[in-house]
């Protein structure tokens, strides 16, 4: 068996760590815009390319001739690298470009659901033409409650929230302006108030297993302040659910991403193939979506993976060829927390990059998953971005967050990373915000 993986950074780290657990002992072929020191150990074959570069990718495909592919991040995914691979015969763990709209199309996504009439979206509209007085008088219709979307990929930074990114009006209508200047569409939408989770799925057609529940925390610093990051850490319960959520809460969420997958199917006219990433609020009107992803989230699939007790080889092959059942898929009943260490100047500049950091011994109740780190000389240093996550593993979220914490304390370094995450106070006030929006 022989896999290829297009990946980066610590989601990459955790899902070759998942293959390499394999019974099967797949040969792993690494293809990753950076030498990532965490796959290198698991990988057979490491190359460097630009994951955007679909000849590079191709060419070392056609060498190695792998019997599949899984593509890991979002921008090779929407540009159609799957397309090109199935083109030369070998089949991927990931959508095809017209599916992966559900991730790369904001506007496509709203739509989707509105056509065959899934009751999860906020009110929204789509905006095409630089009409100014058409935005504006939409945003006035919210009352200043606004979400303002860029209708194509950016990185996770082309979503801008009233009172939070954008602090008036007229910044509202100037960030749309913008944004259909840039790639010809923009989504204004409704700001939903509640609390967030994720519920990732594998996915093959209208068969759909699901993982457990998680929680992001994508602000800088405590307390949910600062800027948003790519996420700064998250958590998972025993139970696979989340301390704030009702049964129903995740039972909405298990039928919408039920729903989708299926609309896609009768939309594209044939299946999705991969991982479906539902970001979901609970509001006081019930589960609503806020976006989806076509691919494992970061840090999410650091706290999912650890947890597989499966063959994860099995559940790709599986996806593939359609045969993807509840059976094959089993998770540990543990609770997770991830914490990221990042560079202590991060986000707001990269002036530590290059100097060295070092971590204590991970125990066997723990993960380690590289990030945007190097090494060089036997030696590990920083990149400008989320340098590792750690993650602890315990029978409830306060004892894996005991572990994820202590060993955060010992790594050696200019680094930083957030002490709340997964504690006992910052859930609580999760829960307590759920009883008001509720009550």
């Known amino acids: 068996m022989k896999v290829l993986l297009l990946s980066l950074a610590a989601r990459g780290h955790a899902i070759a760590d998942a293959l ?29 390319a630009d994951l955007m570069d679909f000849d590079a990718v191709l060419d070392i495909a056609k ?81 200043g409650n606004y979400v ?46 509640g609390v967030e989770f994720s519920l990732i799925s594998f996915v093959s057609g209208t068969q759909v297993v699901d993982t457990p529940a998680i929680q992001d925390h994508k602000r800088a610093f405590e307390g949910d302040t600062g800027p948003n990051t790519g996420g700064m850490g998250t958590y998972s319960d025993s139970n696979h659910s989340l ?13 919408l991403n039920r729903l989708v997958a299926k609309a896609l199917k009768d939309e594209c006219g044939e299946p999705y193939k991969g991982i479906l990433y539902g970001g979901f609020i609970a509001t006081k009107k019930g589960v609503q979506l806020i976006e989806y992803n076509a691919r494992f989230g970061d840090p999410e699939a650091l706290n999912i993976l650890p947890l597989l007790e499966s063959d994860f080889v099995d559940i790709c092959t599986a996806i593939i060829h359609g045969e993807l059942t509840e059976d094959l898929v089993r998770f540990a009943n543990k609770a997770t927390v991830c914490k990221y260490i990042t560079p202590d100047c991060y986000p707001e500049s990269k002036d530590r990059k290059g100097e060295e950091v070092s971590f204590p011994e991970i125990p066997e109740n723990a993960r380690i998953f590289y990030g945007d780190i190097a090494e060089t000389d036997g030696k590990l240093t920083l990149g400008g971005s989320r340098t590792a996550g750690i993650v602890g593993i315990g029978d409830t979220i306060e004892e894996a967050e005991q572990i994820a914490q202590q060993i955060c304390e010992k790594v050696q370094g200019p680094v930083r990373f957030r002490n709340d995450i997964g504690t006992t106070a910052l859930i609580q006030q999760r829960i307590n915000f759920m009883k008001t929006i509720t009550s």
Not at 246 to 253: E, P, Y
């Open 243 to 255: 301390p704030f959520l009702t049964d129903t809460h995740l039972s909405r969420a298990k039928e």
């Open 63 to 143: 060498k190695e001739q792998p019997d599949f592919a899984f593509v890991a991040p979002d921008d090779p995914i929407g540009a159609g690298l799957v397309d090109a691979l199935e083109e030369i015969g070998i089949p991927s763990v990931a959508p095809k470009k017209a599916l992966a709209r559900i991730e790369a199309s904001k506007g496509f996504t709203r739509d989707l659901l509105t056509k065959h009439r899934i009751d999860a979206s906020p009110a929204y509209q789509v905006f095409t033409e630089n009409d100014e007085i058409s935005i504006r008088s939409f945003i006035d219709e919210l009352e």
């Open 20 to 48: 390499a657990r394999s019974p099967q002992k797949p040969e792993i072929i690494s293809v990753v815009p950076a030498k990532n020191p965490g796959i290198a150990t698991l990988a057979s074959q490491m190359y460097t």
């Open 148 to 193: 303002v979307k860029y209708d194509a990929l950016k990185g996770g930074k082309g979503v801008k929230v009233s009172n939070e990114h954008l602090q008036s009006i007229d910044e509202g209508v100037a960030y749309a302006l913008e944004c259909i200047e840039e790639c010809g569409r923009v989504v204004i939408e409704e700001k939903l108030i």
